[in-house]
């Protein structure tokens, strides 16, 4: 786990541990997939941010309410992240991404610039 410093809204920095999730990478075609483990973190949970080249991922599952009296409770909130250095080939206003039960897919494409071409002789 690591530890960053936030501001809570009265001012006073707490430290959050995020848990870092785990991730496989793949090359697909002329792009890229990365996909994250996020268990338990829904759509609206998930914040996905490119700047300064990385692709920071956060994610944030919450204490889901449970009727009658809890008798065991391991699973807990969760705040996930992870920050990726792309490569400059990457195009940004391509990104895409989805998650379906628990699994972030993000779909990172070459720039047309980068990509391989044909190159025909005359």
């Known amino acids: 786990m690591s530890k960053e410093i936030t ?5 006073q920095a707490r430290p959050i541990e995020y848990t ?3 991730v496989d990478i793949h090359q697909d075609g002329d792009g890229y997939v990365v ?24 994610g944030h599952r919450e204490q889901k309410e449970k009727g009658g009296r809890v008798l065991l409770q391991e699973i807990r909130p969760a ?10 080939t990457i195009d940004p ?25 044909k190159i025909s002789i005359n």
């Open 20 to 22: 870092t999730p785990a």
């Open 35 to 58: 996909e994250v483990e996020l268990p338990g973190v829904s759509k609206s949970g998930v914040d996905l941010t490119f700047e300064d080249g990385k692709l920071i991922i956060i």
């Open 79 to 88: 705040d996930y992240r992870r920050v990726f250095d792309l490569d400059p």
């Open 93 to 117: 206003s391509s990104i895409q991404a989805t998650i379906e039960q628990g699994l972030l897919r993000i779909r990172l494409q070459k720039a047309e610039a980068h990509k391989p071409r």
């Open 7 to 11: 501001q809570q809204t009265t001012g």
